[in-house]
């Protein structure tokens, strides 16, 4: 009974982030004034490119990942306006990482709890300027739920399975996005940002890395411009786009017996997606990730794998 209720649990978070999608569609009969309502989607739309989606990465992929059903992240968010025109607010996001084992029983261990809360400020709105630029600031707590021992009995290696990892961070940033509509190959957003480590279990001082810099950039190709044979000639009014991003990270400061400038130290994170009509605003995508193993406890570990899974964001307007 029980294997058969956890391998529900693929179907309804597909089901979940492929229904979120939709959850945007009864904000504008809540606003009545109408420039307000131009206002909060200008902004709701470029805030929503750097949000990290909902997503289902299936099985292993090929890599050093151990044996999984599937990876799931779900991260809706909730947007609180302070000003009409949206250029100061709040954001909330209750963030579930989950790995789904492919072993007996089909267990899910440790999930990673994630919830945050960004406040963010637009500088420059594209509506009178050339761009959008934001800045930000978010802290977020990371956590397993798990209260034995960090370590295993041995006292040397680390007890995966229901040791105790809990953290917090503090992140800033800033945001600048560029689209234009006239071009065939734009930059969509470039992301610069910087992490700190505080609060956190005293196992992990020295062995997880307190600062981190990040740097982030998405970039997109029309496809309806670029490949018109294959788009249908009813549907050359719509945007399809070949959307390609990449984060650069590089971990500073104190991390186990590593040298300042250390491979461990870097992390990757390379995505091309794509939107096909059929599934409209879930997109399709293939994800190279090399660096320290973001699911909590586990980040003892490189990763080195290619994987593919399908995404989508999702946010709600107060």
Same mark, same amino acid.
């Given at each position: 009974?029980?294997?058969?209720?956890?391998?529900?649990?693929?179907?309804?978070?597909?089901?979940? &982030?492929?229904?979120?999608?939709?959850?945007?569609?009864?904000?504008?009969?809540?606003?009545?004034?109408?420039?307000?309502?131009?206002?909060?989607?200008?902004?709701?739309?470029?805030?929503?490119? =750097?949000?990290?989606?909902?997503?289902?990465? =299936?099985?292993?992929?090929?890599?050093?990942?151990?044996?999984?059903?599937?990876?799931?992240?779900?991260?809706?968010?909730?947007?609180?306006?302070?000003?009409?025109? $949206?250029?100061?607010?709040?954001?909330?996001?209750?963030?579930?990482?989950?790995?789904?084992?492919?072993?007996?029983?089909?267990?899910?261990?440790?999930?990673?709890?994630?919830?945050?809360?960004?406040?963010? !400020?637009?500088?420059?709105?594209?509506?009178?300027?050339?761009?959008?630029?934001?800045?930000?600031?978010?802290?977020?707590?990371?956590?397993?739920?798990?209260?034995?021992?960090? =370590?295993?009995?041995?006292?040397?290696?680390?007890?995966?399975?229901?040791?105790?990892?809990?953290?917090?961070?503090?992140?800033?940033?800033?945001?600048?996005?560029?689209?234009?509509?006239?071009?065939?190959?734009?930059?969509?957003?470039?992301?610069? !940002?910087?992490?700190?480590?505080?609060?956190?279990?005293?196992?992990?001082?020295?062995?997880?890395?307190?600062?981190?810099?990040?740097?982030? *950039?998405?970039?997109? $190709?029309?496809?309806?411009?670029?490949?018109?044979?294959?788009?249908?000639?009813?549907?050359?009014?719509?945007?399809?786009?070949?959307?390609?991003s990449i984060k650069v990270?590089?971990?500073?400061?104190?991390?186990?017996?590593?040298?300042? =400038?250390?491979?461990?130290?870097?992390?990757?994170? !390379?995505?091309?997606?794509?939107?096909?009509?059929?599934?409209?605003?879930?997109?399709?995508?293939?994800?190279?990730?090399?660096?320290?193993d973001y699911y909590n406890?586990?980040?003892?570990?490189?990763?080195?794998? *290619?994987? &593919?899974? *399908?995404?989508?964001?999702?946010?709600?307007?107060?």
């Amino acid at each position: 009974m029980m294997n058969r209720i956890k391998i529900l649990l693929l179907p309804i978070m597909l089901f979940s &982030i492929i229904c979120d999608v939709y959850s945007q569609k009864g904000v504008d009969s809540l606003v009545s004034n109408e420039q307000e309502v131009k206002g909060r989607r200008n902004a709701i739309s470029t805030f929503n490119m =750097f949000r990290d989606p909902s997503y289902i990465l =299936f099985g292993s992929g090929l890599g050093n990942m151990e044996p999984l059903i599937f990876e799931g992240n779900l991260a809706p968010y909730f947007m609180i306006s302070i000003s009409e025109n $949206v250029r100061w607010g709040i954001e909330l996001s209750p963030r579930i990482v989950i790995r789904m084992y492919n072993e007996y029983s089909l267990p899910v261990r440790t999930p990673s709890f994630m919830p945050k809360v960004t406040f963010f !400020y637009q500088f420059l709105d594209k509506e009178n300027g050339k761009r959008d630029l934001f800045t930000y600031i978010t802290t977020m707590h990371h956590s397993n739920g798990q209260e034995d021992d960090f =370590f295993n009995p041995d006292s040397t290696t680390i007890n995966t399975l229901t040791g105790n990892f809990s953290t917090n961070w503090i992140e800033g940033g800033l945001f600048l996005s560029r689209p234009n509509a006239k071009l065939l190959f734009n930059t969509n957003y470039i992301k610069l !940002y910087a992490t700190y480590n505080y609060m956190q279990e005293q196992k992990l001082s020295g062995t997880y890395g307190r600062l981190r810099f990040f740097v982030n *950039i998405k970039s997109s $190709v029309k496809l309806s411009e670029a490949f018109k044979i294959i788009v249908a000639p009813e549907d050359l009014n719509k945007k399809y786009a070949f959307n390609q991003s990449i984060k650069v990270g590089w971990i500073a400061g104190k991390l186990n017996d590593e040298q300042n =400038f250390s491979i461990k130290r870097f992390t990757v994170n !390379y995505t091309v997606s794509f939107t096909p009509t059929f599934l409209k605003d879930v997109n399709i995508f293939f994800q190279y990730y090399y660096g320290q193993d973001y699911y909590n406890i586990h980040f003892n570990r490189q990763l080195n794998v *290619i994987r &593919i899974g *399908i995404s989508s964001k999702s946010s709600i307007l107060f």
